[in-house]
């Protein structure tokens, strides 16, 4: 038998992340392959051994979005929008959006906004090409990648996703393949991150990206587990779902009702890795459209770069879809936050559970919950060249709805309160507001809620103490004072912040 060689990626991706069962079938190392060894057929990685052809090759582990190679550097593609939320990452603007076409929001389920965008970046020639899933109305949840070439193609694009497809796959078919040269990618947060590792690496096929859009995604599921399942416990067939929604329950649509399910009871079914992601939202798209509950038949949009902004803004002028300010819904906004709060807060939790167990994590996990591979350069980074110096405060007096105001203003999710003395007395979260009934908010004032136990740390700490600090209070953000006047507040810093930080030393 021939001797594997050392300096082969695909023997790591295999150890690290096919054998562990964490692969979500994006087909990315397919498409970055230089010598076609990797194929994805029947929803199975086949692979011949490259090692034939090379002595060395590092890609397919590297792009592999579960790997933690380039996630710094894919950061990098949105880390220049103005605004930032723990929950949601970095964007320029949050709208809500609906297609002006009945037909498109009937078939979406919700605003139809995936679908018109596309659809009008073709006739406009913005773009020669999507790639997008599709699905079967037999069998609605079955997707297949689809390379879309004409403004028709799209109209069966699916813009929310519950099973595997391997889009990254079809996008270098569409390069090499079709030709295509101005491609929009359509995926969730995996998917795209396989996108922006890809353009990280500068693989030759990434000339041809023209825009990513990124769909919500809470988890998706081991599609045969799933069914079997539904069909075992509810009696529920395949062929019988006409629609599936992931919010805080599992909602069932079938052609005899609608079935709903406690998240806990379909949780054993979702994919392995699902259970450790933590990005609800695609961080990492130029544009990310998900649903907009409690609102029927809109879409919540969150523009995250100038490229995202173009492809938005060239279907509202051409009057193909509306919008509305998401200010105006409050109850999206929050329903929004608490869904991604929830799934980054789940993740880690089950990241910690299975560390502690002992059981393997998906590699990329451990660099975003541990931070293992960047401890040396937090200990030698100081917190008063990472901290936010200029905060924004709220005095005790305010009442709850006008911090809520500031808060939707403003995009952060903490504020220190602050005495007309200037003096540091506490600080108000977003979960402290959120404990406050919605008919109590223009009565209660901010002294009543904000925690006055404060966990601080000071300019001179390391960003490691701090980070670590964070970790075991279980909090995002650590208020920092004068050592000399623990009253005296001189800035804030975040998760956030640290991983920005890092972000640049990479
Ligand atoms: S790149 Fe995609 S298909 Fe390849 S191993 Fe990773 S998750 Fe699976
Ligand atoms: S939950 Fe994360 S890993 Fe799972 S499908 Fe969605 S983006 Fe991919």
Known sequence: MKEKRGLIAFDDLNLNIITPGFCTLCGACEAACPVHAIRIEENKIHYDDCSDFLDFCPICYDICPHTEPLVMEAMKFVASAPLRRSALGYYRKIILAQSVNPKIREASHSGG???????????????????ISEAKPSTPLTLKPQIGLVPDDILSAVDSKFSPSSVAKAFGNAVREYGKTKIAFVGVPHQILAIRKLEAWEHKIMSSLEVTIGLFCLWIFSLDRLLNYLKERHHIEHSDITRMDLTDKYIISTSHGTVELPTEEIMPHILNKCKTCMDFTSELADISVGGAAPLENWSTVIIRTKKGEKLFQNAVDAGVIRTMRIEEQENTLTHLLSMAMRKKMIAREEAESMRMKGVAIPPIDQTLIFLHRDRSVMAD??????????????????????????????????????????????????????????????DARVSQIAKKKLITATPDSSALEAFERMRRHEIGRLIIVDPSNPKKLLGVLTRTDIMHALGREA
């Open 113 to 131: 906004i995936v679908t018109s965008m596309l659809a009008q970046a073709m006739e406009s020639g913005m773009i020669d090409s999507a790639v």
């Open 381 to 442: 980074t100081k917190v008063r060249d990472i901290m936010t110096k200029e905060v924004i405060t709220v005095t005790p007096n305010i009442t709850v709805s006008h911090l809520l105001d500031i808060m939707t203003r403003h995009h952060h999710m903490g504020y220190p309160v602050v005495n007309e003395k200037d003096e540091l007395v506490g600080i108000v979260t977003f979960e402290d507001i959120m404990k406050v009934p919605k008919e109590r908010r223009t």
